[in-house]
């Protein structure tokens, strides 16, 4: 384990040890508005981890295609013990360390499609592995942040009701079907061109819209018209349909159909 990996590590294993589980029910005291003092402080030196589904909504806000939001406004860390690769926002060069997208006076620049962790802050969720319990929900108090100090009483499901996390969590579900397969509980590895095959499927849209329409790809599987129709216009539906072909192409699950003429005599 290199050293970040150790300190994830270690902040997982304080996260489930010592924090103090929130269900939806539960209620906190929290308000973040502008009058703050701390108003977008949190907006600066942040780690912020993007999940597909944050990235076609933020390329898509910005008009630009993928491979220049990735080029842009990420960075990819890797080290040799990760499973799949991970995708974090990139922050400016200045001393604060920005975020991108925050202006001063004006707060965050892509508010409606602010990534999931933005619309979270400040409560965590906590996601043990598919077969174990339900997730929970946890406080997170960074020094910096006064909004704690404020009266406003909310439940955690009403936070999440106030920050329509609702979409992202639908789709972070089944990002989480790829990201915390058996495969690599049972000690499976990605070989270098599945990592990329993996990358482009699920940060790479419009690079995959490509290798779907552009290739040999739709004469070796059997799929509906009405489907092909819906991935070829809408991101999302094609990263549901990337999903199944990553299950299928890494797992070997039965979540695509080889066309009998396709298959190897
Ligand atoms: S995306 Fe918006 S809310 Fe998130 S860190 Fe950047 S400016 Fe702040
Ligand atoms: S630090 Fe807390 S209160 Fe201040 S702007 Fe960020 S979330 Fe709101």
New binding site residues.
Partial sequence: MDSSENAYAALQKEIFDQYERMNEDDTFKFRCHPGVTCF?K???D?N?FLTPYDIIR?KNRLGIDSDEFLTRYTIMPMDNNQHYPVVM?RLQDDEAK??????PGK?????ED??W???M?PIGKASPKMEEAKPFYFEMHEDICEGWKEEQVLSVRGWMEDQEVNDYDEMGELFKEVTLHDFYGDGGKLTPQQMEMFHMVCYNMDKFRLFVFETSFLNRFEIDEERIESIKKDDVELLKFGYDWLKFALYHEPTLKIREEAKPK
């Fill in positions: 977008n949190c907006c600066t942040v912020i933020l926002m920005t975020c991108y997208f925050v202006e707060g965050c620049t892509v508010y602010r990534p962790p933005c619309r802050f």
